[in-house]
T-cell receptor
């Protein structure tokens, strides 16, 4: 098992709901990432946090709102999502000076 | 622009044979590449990496080859086992100004190991 955990592992939500995804890394890393993985599409980088500051927002709609309260935790707040947002959401972490990223198991999200 | 692509969506091999998974990239300035393995229901798992100043790197049963002239990567798995069945992704890395790095992934190759 990796040192990156994600909760919940599965989530079903309606388009009017608000929910949050949580990621925690136990590797002592200082950069964290959110990716979206849709069927038959490459992993898409959504957000990057380095030393708790957001350094990349990859043209993600505002209905996705990230939060990084400290170097070990990362959240993705969801509101008024669309069915096409259904996907596997993956969290990863790394040391800023080392380019290898380690991934969590993901949250499988279904938007009805 | 940068893009990473894989030649074959599915590769079937017999148990015990060697597997070769290919990947092409378009950004000649790319400096660092990673191979990941993703099993069903799990996140991508780091396998091996290589920098552009190397042509070859070996791990346990895996070898990555880099041909910068034709911008091509390959992952070789020796004596393929049923546990190697998964989707394999190559990714190229770019350092971000504010820290961290951006990985650009290909669509992946599904490796199926037949008994």
């Amino acid at each position: 098992e990796t040192g990156v955990t994600q909760t919940p592992r599965h989530l079903v939500m309606g388009m009017t709901n608000k929910k949050s995804l949580k990621c925690e890394q136990h590797l002592g890393h200082n950069a964290m990432y959110w990716y979206k993985q849709s069927a038959k599409k490459p992993l898409e980088l959504m957000f990057v946090y380095s030393l708790e500051e957001r350094v990349e927002n990859n043209s993600v709609p505002s209905r996705f709102s990230p939060e990084c309260p400290n170097s070990s935790h990362l959240f993705l707040h969801l509101h008024t999502l669309q069915p096409e947002d259904s996907a596997l959401y993956l969290c990863a972490s790394s040391q800023t000076e080392v380019e290898t990223q380690y991934f969590g198991p993901g949250t499988r999200l279904l938007v009805l | 622009g940068e893009s990473v692509g894989l030649h074959l969506p599915t590769l079937s091999v017999q148990e015990g044979d060697n597997s070769i998974i290919n990947c092409a990239y378009s950004n000649s300035a790319s400096d660092y590449f990673i191979w990941y393995k993703q099993e069903s229901g799990k996140g991508p798992q780091f396998i091996i990496d290589i920098r552009s100043n190397m042509d070859k790197r070996q791990g346990q049963r895996v070898t990555v080859l880099l041909n910068k002239t034709v911008k091509h990567l390959s992952l070789q798995i020796a004596a393929t086992q049923p546990g190697d069945s998964a989707v394999y992704f190559c990714a190229e890395s770019h350092i971000l100004t504010g820290g961290g790095n951006k990985l650009t992934f290909g669509t992946g190759t599904q490796l199926k190991v037949e008994l």
